[in-house]
């Protein structure tokens, strides 16, 4: 009789709010636990959904932002009040400008003491309201489920992008009264309207040369592959936005139409594509600071933007804008009947320059002392499965990846595209965790490590297994490579000092080997990648080396 009474009760508000994101499809939750939510953790005590305790707030809502990248559901954090809020801030903001589905839940102070200056009392919507797409919170306990759901379509609706929901520790206890879990909204998949499509395909009929450069979330293997076929039968160049590199398959024997990406660390040859087009089709990607140079490229250029919510982020020239999911409009596109003639000549250039920009230089000698980063990239090339995953977080570390590792697999990609530093493994343990039949792999440096390398516990607690390369280089490369530029000769604040970060990983019980010669290198990445653990590779790099060869 207790049992059935018990079962008749109505659900607290808490446990309202877990019992909606398993409706949601929600599996897994990352967060560093608090007081101030204490009636949600013990709904997940019950629930499907797996609670992964993080070292750091930040680590949790790094997770929870690679997790939403890789499936396109909104990736779940939960911290609490005051400094766990601060700590997760950084997630909010990267989900913010990479156009990323995320929630963030943040335990707040009860509902009667607001205004007192209570223990880590602080103003939700102060800190978030323009760093996410809505901030709310809940003051009624009924409304648990209404407001989860809401959340989740919201985060994954139009433009993705970070909620941020409030949970006052008194509202959490109360019961939810009649209240029961909701069915999920439904996502609208906007395509194009004939219209819109036929205006489009007379635009490319027009031009001499086209080019389409793509990025956003929601790529498929199908849509990318059948976007590059295309544009290769009819000669239009494809690249891709900054950190998007795995929107669309990289052809290895340039049977394609990827031809680079654009951004921090792009080729000579991609710069040259957005002087000389004379119509751009940006997909998913609107014409912002970093794809454009700063806003000095493209801007003036005939311009068709697709994306699903509005045209936020995008600079210069729009003639056509069609607000559609850019993958679904792919296959309508392919699909259209079209006479183009597209420069086949620009295009070929294009490819050509594209294959010498990613085939690593050759090195007259080896340093013993040294490990070569380009070297490194070559036997990756050769070592990774098709589908394996690649994290990194910023830093000169990750002009090696983005530029000779190749994409062939869609979500094989988690990386910042604001610049957040600290990002690379908690990515690698998400993406662990959530493909975890994957092979992964974090390319990060030393200072980049640091900044939330404490998430291997958290890797060998839940058994995540990853291989993490760290160029160790002892400094903050890319400052000192601006510093060498305009103030020679006068380093100042960019010097690390580092510990050694085998037996650092050895420590955690994870696997950790260091390498200081390059001939070294894919025996021990064998070993790594062998040991089913998360491995730390401590790579030492030559300190005066910033970057790869020139730009092609």
């Known amino acids: 009789m207790a049992n059935a009474e018990a079962s008749e009760r109505p659900l607290s508000a808490g446990h309202l709010i877990v019992a909606q994101l398993e409706r949601e499809g929600v599996r897994r939750v990352y967060g560093v636990p608090g007081e101030s939510f204490l009636d949600v953790l013990d709904g997940l ?7 992964v305790v993080t070292r750091h707030e930040g680590g949790a809502g790094f997770m929870a932002l690679a997790e939403g990248r890789l499936t396109g559901l909104p990736g779940v954090a939960m911290v609490t009040r005051g400094p766990g809020a601060a700590n997760a801030f950084i997630a909010v903001h990267t989900a913010y400008q990479d156009a990323t589905p995320m929630i963030l839940f943040v335990g707040l102070i009860p509902v009667p003491d607001r205004g007192r200056e209570a223990f880590q009392e602080f103003d939700l919507a102060g800190w978030f309201a323009d760093t996410a797409k809505k901030v709310v919170t809940l003051d009624d306990p009924t409304a648990a489920a209404r407001v989860v759901s809401e959340s989740v379509h919201l985060a994954r609706s139009g433009r993705p992008g970070p909620v941020v929901i409030g949970l006052p520790e008194d509202v959490l206890t ?12 439904a996502l609208p998949g906007p395509r194009p309207a004939a219209t819109e499509l036929a205006e489009l395909t007379g635009r490319l009929e027009r031009a001499r040369r086209p080019l389409v450069v793509v990025g956003g979330e929601g790529w498929t293997a199908h849509t990318g592959r059948e976007l590059t076929r295309w544009a290769a039968q009819h000669s239009i160049p494809v690249l891709a936005d900054f950190r998007a590199y795995d929107a669309v398959p990289h052809d290895p024997d340039d049977s394609g139409a990827y031809v680079g990406s654009l951004g921090y660390g792009r080729a000579d040859h991609a710069a040259r594509l957005l002087d000389e087009a004379d119509l751009m089709v940006l ?49 309508d596109l392919v699909a259209a009947p079209a006479v183009l003639d597209a420069d086949a000549v620009w295009f070929k250039a294009a490819r050509m320059a594209h ?6 230089a050759t090195r007259p000698a080896v340093d013993d002392a040294h490990v070569d980063l380009t070297a ?12 394996a995953v690649v994290t990194y977080g910023a830093g000169n570390h990750a002009l090696w990846p983005a530029r000779y590792l190749p994409h062939r697999a869609p979500a094989s990609l988690v990386a910042p595209r604001n610049g957040a530093m ?28 640091l900044m939330n390398g404490q998430e291997l516990a958290t890797a ?20 000192r490579e601006h510093q060498e530029a305009a103030y020679p000769g006068r380093p100042s604040g960019t010097r690390l000092t580092n510990p050694d970060f085998a037996a ?46 020139a730009a092609g």
């Open 376 to 387: 490194v990239m070559g036997v990756l090339a050769q070592e990774l499965t098709e589908d």
């Open 422 to 449: 600290g990002m690379g493994i908690p990515a690698a343990v998400a993406a662990s965790l959530v493909f975890p039949g994957r092979e992964v792999v974090s390319v990060a440096g030393d200072g980049c490590f």
């Open 283 to 331: 997909l998913g990607a609107p014409r912002g600071d970093v794809l454009s140079d700063g806003y000095t490229r493209g801007l003036e250029t005939e311009t068709v933007l697709v994306l699903p919510g509005d045209a936020r982020g995008h600079c210069g020239r729009i003639d056509q804008f069609i607000p559609a999911h850019a993958p679904a409009l792919v296959l």
């Open 45 to 51: 005590h019950d629930s499907p959904i797996s609670t």
């Open 504 to 549: 650092w990983a050895r420590s955690y019980g994870a696997y950790g080997e260091t390498v200081a010669s390059t001939r070294d290198f894919r025996a021990a990445f064998r070993r790594a990648r062998a040991s089913g653990l998360p491995a730390v590779l401590h790579l030492l790099q030559d300190p005066s080396v910033r970057a790869p060869s």
């Open 355 to 360: 294959a010498r920009f990613r085939t690593p």
């Open 174 to 185: 109360r019961p939810a009264g009649p209240s029961q879990p909701l069915r999920p909204l």
């Open 460 to 479: 060998v607690g839940y058994g995540a297994a990853f291989v993490a390369l760290v160029v160790d280089n002892g400094c903050y490369a890319t400052i």
